[in-house]
């Protein structure tokens, strides 16, 4: 019996939770990592909490906050430094890498979601006696290369890097021969796909927070609110999380 083990990094945004739909739609035994690395907009770690409740997938909000400390040239982790971007133009974002840029976050990330995805496969080999090539792990990652702001770690040169970079460091791998596969379907669509993606899926995206102030309401004026309203309005779609 093929058990297909799959993890959904779930940040709570519109992105994830699209994506994280989308692995439920599927046959896998999901689960979900979300990341609290010291982010200013913590609003987005309760709506990650309640869309996967809302999925009905199991999820892990792992405490890595000491992040902050070492990735400190951002506006994300470091607020009191650096000034949040506001009522850009897509041609300024896509001028350069914004200060919202957190060092090496997804790389960060993916080593944490690989490393509970392997524990997951490995005690289904070592513990529960399946043989190794009954296994299959997928990483789930909402990554997305065209309506984005400019980051390095959103591009897909660097999956196809890192996939190749957890297998040679993993037992999984080296062991049992069974490699991660990393699952990026985003990351060719534009925002506007992707909303319409989500209405075809009945993603709870109403629950979902892509701004990257924590307020009550969504500022607006960020980057990512710019490019989430920039999606609906192309998909001629209201977006439901608006007041």
């Known amino acids: 019996m093929l058990i297909r083990l799959g993890l959904v990094l779930l940040s709570g945004g519109l ?4 994506l994280a739909t ?6 896998y ?17 309760a709506a990650a909490t309640e869309i996967a409740e809302t999925l009905g997938i199991e999820q892990i909000v792992a405490d890595v906050s000491f992040y902050k400390y070492l990735a400190q040239h951002s506006a994300l982790t470091n607020a009191d430094t650096h000034d949040l971007p506001t009522g850009r133009s897509q041609a300024d974002m896509a001028d350069d890498i914004p200060i919202t840029y957190v060092p090496l976050r997804n790389t960060f990330f993916l080593t944490l979601a ?31 290369a065209v309506d984005y702001s400019g980051y390095p770690d959103c591009r897909p040169e660097f999956y196809e890097n890192a996939v190749e970079t957890l ?8 062991q049992y021969g069974i490699p991660f596969k990393i699952d990026t379907p985003l990351i060719e669509m534009s925002k506007a796909d992707i909303v319409r993606m989500a209405g075809r899926l009945k993603a709870p995206i109403h629950l979902s927070w892509s701004c990257y102030r924590g307020g009550e309401t969504p500022c607006g004026e960020c980057d990512s609110c710019l490019l989430r309203a920039k999606g609906f309005a192309e998909a001629g779609l209201p977006d439901p999380a608006l007041p």
């Open 15 to 18: 992105d994830s939770t699209t």
């Open 114 to 144: 690989a490393a509970r995805l392997e524990s997951l496969a490995l005690n289904e080999i070592e513990q529960n006696g399946i043989a190794p090539e009954d296994i299959k792990a997928t990483l789930f990652i909402a990554a997305n």
């Open 22 to 27: 989308f692995a439920v739609s599927k046959d």
């Open 29 to 45: 035994r999901l689960s979900a990592l979300t990341l609290d690395y010291g982010q200013t907009h913590r609003r987005e770690l």
């Open 167 to 174: 297998n040679r460091g993993s037992k999984l791998w080296s």
